[in-house]
């Protein structure tokens, strides 16, 4: 019964920034990784950053050098700084907790999206 919640989404001018949260029901060190993904109308949902449970962080090469994924273990919340924004980030963006098991099974959690809109 694990619950993601997102918030911080809203509109922001192209080289603004914006801080989105995700709060998890559950100790997010229950999951492998973190990640956010993003979905823009009529393209496919794609990862944006990722942390695994020891702090290791991926990101897509679009966002690297503007994007940073952290994690807070004390409130079961994962955090997506967006600086530098551009009109391309626009897209609702969900959380994602992962957890990768030995027989190489992956169960997904997601939460219900915020919406990030970047005026040009």
């Known amino acids: 019964q694990v619950q993601l919640v997102e918030s911080g989404g809203g509109l922001a001018q192209a080289g603004g920034s914006l801080k989105l949260s995700c709060v998890a029901s559950?100790?997010?060190?229950?999951?492998?990784?973190m990640g956010w993904y993003r979905q823009a109308p009529g393209k496919q949902r794609e990862l944006v950053a990722a942390?695994?449970?020891?702090?290791?962080?991926n990101y897509a090469d679009s966002v690297k050098g503007r994007f940073t994924i952290s994690r807070d273990n004390a409130k079961n919340t994962v955090y997506l700084q967006m600086n530098s924004l551009k009109p391309e980030d626009a897209a609702s963006y969900y959380c994602?907790?992962?957890?990768?098991?030995?027989?190489?099974?992956?169960?997904?959690?997601w939460g219900q999206g915020t919406q990030v809109t970047v005026s040009s």
């Open positions: 942390v695994t449970s020891t702090g290791r962080t």
């Open positions: 994602n907790a992962r957890q990768l098991w030995i027989t190489e099974t992956v169960t997904d959690y």
């Open positions: 559950v100790s997010i060190s229950s999951f492998n990784t």
